[in-house]
């Protein structure tokens, strides 16, 4: 048995697989999450540990003897999270999160003072990676950055609580701007750009490796046999990857969460930092893929349901499955600034051509295709790259509203397959990467086909043409209201 735990921005999730890679049992408790400012998004480390517990607890108890037969523990977690330790691990502030913008000024900085940072990391330095978080801290917290013993991801924090290792994966170390992504290790010169060294840093391992085991009052709490293992594990994003079977070349998929990702599984180191495209390691050896990535998909949704006081289940059921064509009202979805393709922390959303007639399902459907339009960016720049997406996987929260597939297919112009599974998110990779690690399997992705479709939501030839004028004049509103409310 394995089990898959993934620190999500909103929740805590584990599952507990079988060898056959059949979900047993799952849990989940949700975390807080805190802005103290506009533009600056905290979590409390300890929320993790104490939701961690709680769904692990919750596991044993539907199923002891699963439980007591567990071998392997894969962690996943949401990506480039400052969590950072002063001596007896004690965290030193709320880790700042990957959806955090204050670091904007950093980034250049990092830049001018690393002038081989895009070629190494493959990427563009942006605010929500880790390395500008820490030079936020250096240049306005001087006397906590100068207390720093140890830099982790959120994920690996939770490692540290368990095992009592620091250690991190390539794929989650790949979005801290700190690694050279194709070597696949630490950057002392991008370490240098922001007052850090190796020895700050946790041990590198492959997702597919063990990096320690469970400390033994956490096996007795939880019912297990013997210490299970603990797998380098993954990103959110490649972990999902791992789940939904988006580990050979060309494999995609679409993930509709709380931010929004188009993923594209690679066989070389891939960048294109022109477009904000991110270029990362994957979870498995010799592996790397490539992310288009939006802040703002669900969290787009569900900022509306909340301003107009309605569920976000309700408001996407009132626009039917299917709608017939573009709602006239447009939403920019840059609630939180943005990354793929503009790169600009300071972007701003909006509605534009409202008028006495615009109706309450004109905006909600306005804000589905705002996102819908925002990952077909991020397709444009895949392209760019020299990366086509055939097809993909659709998951996450948002994958459950037939209107929105619906209307993200037609965008797109690519048709988007649905899983069978109950389950094929980041826990569960997690859990197959535990699998490999326990069982020390030589071909890790054997453990990890993708699963069957229930079904393909195709795109409207007529609504796609249609969408393809809208998205041009999507594009030309983007320079012209995205910092509308700049004074």
Avoid at 87 to 114: K, Q, T, Y
Avoid at 191 to 207: H, K, V
Avoid at 288 to 293: K, L, Y
């Amino acid at each position: 048995m394995f089990v898959g735990i993934d620190i999500g921005t909103t929740a805590v999730k584990s599952v507990l697989m079988g060898e056959d890679g059949a979900l047993h049992a799952s849990a989940s408790f949700p975390v807080p999450v805190s802005r103290p400012r506009a533009g600056w998004s905290e979590q409390d480390p300890e929320h993790w540990w104490t939701a961690v517990c709680d769904t692990l607890d919750a596991l044993a108890a539907a199923e002891p003897r699963l439980m007591a037969a567990v071998s392997g523990i894969g962690l996943s977690g949401h990506m480039h999270g400052a969590t950072v330790l002063g001596e007896g691990d004690a965290v030193l502030r709320p880790a700042i999160l990957w959806n955090d913008g204050r670091a904007a000024a950093e980034c250049a900085a990092i830049e001018a003072a690393c002038p081989d940072a895009r070629s190494l990391t493959g990427n563009i330095a942006m605010p929500g990676f880790t390395a500008p978080k820490l030079a936020w801290m250096r240049r306005h917290e001087p006397d906590l950055f100068a207390r720093i013993r140890k830099v982790l991801l959120p994920k690996d924090y939770v490692r540290l609580r368990l095992t009592g290792d620091y250690a991190s994966d390539m794929s989650d170390a790949a979005g801290t701007y700190w690694l050279d992504v194709g070597a696949r290790r630490w950057s002392d010169a991008l370490l240098a750009a922001t007052g850090l060294d190796r020895s700050q840093m946790p041990e590198l391992f492959e997702g597919t490796e063990p990096t320690g085991r469970l400390r033994e009052p956490l096996r007795a709490r939880f019912g297990m046999d013997r210490a299970p293992v603990v797998a380098g594990g993954a990103g959110d994003n490649a972990a999902s990857a791992c789940g939904i079977g988006a580990v050979t070349p060309g494999a995609a998929f679409l993930s509709l969460g709380t931010s929004g990702v188009l993923f594209v599984s690679n066989a070389r180191f891939s960048p294109n930092t022109e477009g904000a495209v991110h270029a990362f390691c994957h979870a498995l050896p010799d592996t790397w893929h490539q992310m288009g990535v939006i802040l703002s998909a669900t969290d787009s949704l569900n900022w509306f349901a909340r301003l107009v006081g309605a569920p976000a289940p309700e408001l996407t059921a009132a626009l039917g499955p299917t709608v017939a064509r573009p709602s006239p009202a447009f939403f920019m979805p840059y609630l939180s600034g943005e990354r793929t393709p503009h790169n600009d922390a300071g972007a701003r959303g909006g509605f534009l051509g409202l008028d006495q007639t615009t109706s309450r399902q004109d905006l909600t459907q306005a804000v589905l295709e705002g996102v819908a339009f925002a990952f077909r960016d991020c397709l444009r720049v895949l392209n760019d790259a020299g990366t086509d997406v055939a097809r993909a996987f659709a998951v996450g929260g948002g994958a459950n509203s037939p209107v929105w597939l619906s209307i993200m297919a037609s965008v797109l112009d690519r048709p988007l397959d649905v899983s069978a599974a109950a389950d094929v998110g980041a826990a569960y990779g997690a859990a197959r990467l535990s699998q490999a690690a326990a069982t020390g399997a030589r071909d890790p992705a054997a453990l990890m086909p993708p699963p069957r479709v229930e079904r393909t939501v195709e795109p409207d030839p007529a609504l796609a043409s249609a969408y393809a004028e809208r998205y041009g004049r999507y594009r030309a509103l983007h320079a012209s209201s995205a910092h509308a409310a700049d004074p």
